[in-house]
C-alpha cells in the first residue's frame, strides 16, 4: 500500500480522458518516491477548474504558454519523468474507503496581521459568551399564509381549476 501524506514522485505516463459527466481530465500516473505501486492524479480542465488545473500542469513540465492542450493527447510521454509534488490521502465516498492523489500546488498564504485580527475576533467571541436563544412564541402556530399559483401568468379562471384539483388531490402549495 501507498503510504500517505505530502512527498514527491516521478510521472511515469498521462493520458487525456473524460468522466461520466462529460468534464475533460489529464490522469497523470505517477510513482511516489520509494514506491513501487504507481497511483494517478486527475487534472481537470473544466472552466472553474483551469487556473488551478495550468498550477498542476505546469508543475508536471507542461506550459501552456508555448504548448496547445493537444499536445498532452498526441504525445502520451510529454509529461514522463519529471517529479512533481504529490499528496496521497484517503477519500470516504458511499461508505467505500480509497487511496486518491493531488498534484500539490503552493498553498495560498494568510497575511500576519489578518491572522492577528481574527486571534482577536476570536477571543472577543469567546470572552462575550454564547448569545442567548430567542424564546419560541407561546401558542398555536399561526395559520398558513394562502398563496397563488406558482406561475404568476397563470388567467384567474385556470388558477380557480388548479386550485380545486390540488385541494381534491391533497396537494400542498
Sequence with gaps: MIGLGETKGTIVRHYVGVNDNGNPFVAVVIRPRGEEETITAKVYLTTKALRF???QLALCGFDINTREVQDLEDHPELLAGTEVPINIYENEFNGKVSTKC???VP???VD?????????????????GPTKPQPKPKGPAAPAK???PAVADVPSSRAAELDAQASEEDIPF
Excluded at 500576519?112 to 462575550?128: F, G, H, I, N, Q
Design 53 to 55: 488545473a495550468a498550477q
Design 107 to 109: 498553498r495560498p498564504t
Design 102 to 104: 493531488d498534484i500539490a
Design 146 to 148: 394562502p398563496r397563488g
Design 112 to 128: 500576519k496581521a489578518k491572522l492577528s485580527d481574527l486571534t482577536k475576533a476570536m477571543r472577543a467571541a469567546v470572552t462575550a
